[in-house]
Structure formats: structure tokens, C-alpha cells
């Protein structure tokens, strides 16, 4: 999971501004995932692409937009309408290949904060 | 869709003892089950994942049992050691075929091994 990287580590948002949270990997994975933790909590799944040019909503997209231009890259932009954006924001990607796509691994994660 | 529950949310034990946290899934379809691991302000890791076509996997000391009738999977920590406490997350999904969708969190055992 050293080939996930996001950025930055920390990111403060004032009010009514959108801000974007970077995932990159250099693993050669199809698929992309986009999920917040709050204190306490579990992981809940943002968006997630399965193939550049293609993604879905999760369980709790509104608020959020993404893009998948590029198999490496996987923005998360966190919009003026999320309220309640202060958590964790945590990224992963999934092998390749038959039978193990499911197998996901994560990026060091986002702490967005808001002023 | 999917919903996990994990219990128990906190659990203390003996170093050296065993430390058992269950799981239970509400979708039939669901046939991929991973358990991580999460030390304080730091991203998840994989420790072990089952598939609903075999019903126990071990790794040195964890194993994780799984049981396709009444949709309930276990982590089993043998021997427990001090670097064994962190948060623990069950999660489940389905791979649909197309791809793999992202994954279902239950809400994590905070694990306390205590000396």
C-alpha cells in the first residue's frame, strides 16, 4: 500500500469553499475507492471507480464530487453543499485480476478540517 | 444494501489470551469479507480476508471463520501481545462481476490487550 498517496495530510476548509483531496497510486489498480471516518466510527464509501472515465455513488455522496481522468488518479472534491465535512478521508485502490479484485488497500488518508 | 454489525465495540483481554470479535452481514450476495487493522490516526491494514467458497482461513495467530447460513464471520486473535491493540473493522462486499464495488464497514472493536 506504499504505492497510494494522498495529499495533502492536512487541509482546512473555510465556509462556502470547495476544496479537493488528491489520490495517486502507481500500482497498475483498476479500481479506486473514495471513503470518510469520522471519531469512532467505521469507514462509509464516498464514490468509487471501477475504470477511468466511469465511477458511482456510495453510500453517502452528496456533498462530494469526483473524476477519473487518468487510472492513476482519483480526485475527491469536497463541495460548498457537504455541511459536515470535518473527518478523515481515506482513499484505496484494488488489484488486478481475477479473484482478488476485491482486495483493497489504503492511501495514508486527508484530515479536513473546517475553520 | 449491505449492513454490518461488528460487536463487541470495545474488548479488553489478558496478553497471552484469545480475543474473539464477530460480525454479521444482511446481503445474501455478499461473498468477500476482509478484516483490518487501524492503529491511531493512522490508514486501515489488511490482516486477513475470507471468500464466501471456503468457511475458515488462518495466518500464524489470526484466523477468520465464516458462516454463509446465518451471514455472521469471526476474527480469532490466539496469543495476544501488546501490538495486537488497535481498532479492528470487519467489512463485506460483493463482486459483482464488472468489478469490485466498495466495501461495507462495520464500526471496529477498539482491542485493549492489557499486561
Known amino acids: 500500500d506504499g504505492g497510494i498517496t494522498q495529499s495533502p495530510k492536512y487541509l482546512f476548509r473555510k465556509e462556502g469553499q470547495n476544496v479537493t483531496l488528491s489520490c495517486e497510486q502507481n500500482l497498475n489498480h483498476d479500481a479506486m475507492y473514495w471513503y470518510r471516518q469520522d471519531p469512532g466510527q467505521g469507514l462509509r464509501l464516498i464514490y468509487y471507480?471501477?475504470?477511468?472515465?466511469?465511477?458511482q455513488k456510495g453510500d453517502i455522496a452528496e456533498g462530494y464530487s469526483v473524476s477519473r481522468e487518468k487510472k492513476e488518479s482519483f480526485p475527491l472534491t469536497v463541495t460548498s453543499a457537504q455541511k459536515n465535512p470535518t473527518a478523515f478521508y481515506l482513499c484505496a485502490s484494488s488489484t488486478p485480476g481475477r479473484g482478488t479484485r476485491e482486495t483493497q488497500y489504503f492511501g495514508p488518508g486527508t484530515r479536513l478540517l473546517v475553520l | 444494501g449491505e449492513n454490518v454489525e461488528q460487536h463487541p465495540s470495545t474488548l479488553s483481554v489478558q496478553e497471552g489470551d484469545s480475543a474473539v470479535i464477530k460480525c454479521t452481514y444482511s446481503?445474501?450476495?455478499?461473498?468477500?469479507f476482509p478484516w483490518y487493522k487501524q492503529e491511531l490516526g493512522k490508514r486501515p491494514q489488511l490482516i486477513i480476508d475470507?471468500?464466501?467458497?471456503?468457511g475458515e482461513k488462518k495466518d500464524q495467530r489470526i484466523a477468520v471463520t465464516l458462516n454463509k447460513t446465518a451471514k455472521h464471520f469471526s476474527l480469532h486473535i490466539t496469543e495476544t501481545q501488546p501490538e495486537d491493540s488497535a481498532v479492528y473493522f470487519c467489512a463485506a462486499t460483493t463482486d459483482s462481476g464488472g468489478g469490485a464495488d466498495g466495501l461495507t464497514f462495520g464500526k471496529g472493536t477498539h482491542l485493549i490487550i492489557q499486561p
Open positions: 446481503d445474501s450476495a455478499s461473498n468477500y
Open positions: 475470507i471468500r464466501s467458497n471456503v
Open positions: 471507480s471501477q475504470i477511468v472515465n466511469d465511477f
